[in-house]
């Protein structure tokens, strides 16, 4: 594998954050790290519709008209993501009910039209399927994050495997019922991006010009915060 | 490649069409695949969920698998008469099925149709834990319209016929955290121990929209609503009322009753 191969898989894992730097995808890190079984299950259906929607859009790049782009990249996002909620409900029902809608709102996740966008319309397909990785591995290295910590302190155990036996159960562990709700999210994805930008201060925005930048349009998707 | 070829109408028709054809033969032939292994997976989550209910019922786990002369059968009853359909087996019936055959289906009239269900079987499979003859829990299906979708649920009732013993929902497509609260195993224990009838007969189950004030005498027959899912919430008052009226499961509790009552 060449070095632009690894610099495209492993730049979005910290350099590139979509979630810790560019503020993609919250609103699923929100809602499915309550435990971390559903966290890994969010993490591999999102790094799948990754890498095989920036794949199909990369190899017909040079055939999409530019009028329909942004139609014709969400039209094949949206199929993948229905064949992934398919088969987890076929092959994991257990996990897809706690997931409930969120597999089908990955559709709205901005990290996959974002790289759509951003790169699969513009290189080819070996190269866009490994951002499509390194972006889904960027994700996942949050999520599972969040999902530790959150079924480590509010539910004293990791993957269902008890670690810290609660009091409930005659242990000494008095799980924080803030982690088991969805705010707790918030502040354990700050604490990370805090943490990840002390070590990188290269991170941390500048404050917003007070005139409107003349190129703000021409800033490529991916850049913009704020998105679900 | 000119751009202007790639920008042509006939060609962002083109493309638009070929892509649509081919994500739509991808996601059909995904489903129609999948389809079974998902259909054996609800199946399995609705057998749980019955044997959740049966089990969850004052010790009868131990009870049913003992040697205690304890049955679970499941019977067709014919919902008109309340009598058992023999001649239907209850493994193979499909009320669903059942509601739009013409012979074995009744379409509902709107002002007999509280539950919103347009059509419903003549006949419906219910279970029955039976001890020293005597029926001591009875499972009923029930369904009918929510919010968003039609839910589908058991209602357990206890050998007075009179008493839950139990609630759960199997399938629904209501709002996850809104309406989808009804599978909420705290809400749902809410129920045990609640009455469905008054002492004249008439069904009084219901959910209150507010939480249930616990000094009113009627309380008995009340359950705390679900926030934000009011509509959710009418819908199973409204489909419980129709199941246990004489239109749904009237005949066959009465019959039940009687039969419990001939009993020594």
Redesign the interface.
Known sequence: MSTTSIRTLTRPVFEENPIALQMLGVCSALAVTKSLATALTMCIAVTAVLCASNAAISS?R???????RL??QI??I??FV??VD??L???A?EVSKEL??FVGLIVTNCIVLGRAEAFAMHNPVRASVLDGLGNGLGYSVVLIAVGSVRELFGSGSLLGFVMFPQVSDGGWFMPVALMRSPPSAFFVIAGLIWLLRTVRPAQIEQPEPTSPEPDSRSRPLARKRGEP | MAKSHVESRTRTLLVAFLVCAVCSVIVSSTSVFLEPRQRANRERDREEKILRIVHGHEGLADLLSGLSGVTLAAHVVDLATGDSADHLDPVSFDPRRAAIDPLLGIALPDNRDPAGIGHRSRFSVVYQVESERRIILVVLPVHGSGYASTMYGYLALGGDLNTVAGLTFFEHGETPGLGGEIEDPDWLESWIGKRVFDEAGKVRIEIVPDVVDLSSSDSIYQVDGLTGATRTCDGVTALLRYWLSDDGFGPYLERVRKSNEEMP
């Open positions: 017909i040079r055939l999409i008209p530019h009028s329909i139609i014709v039209t094949m949206a199929s229905i064949v398919q088969v409900k076929a092959y029902w409930s809608v």
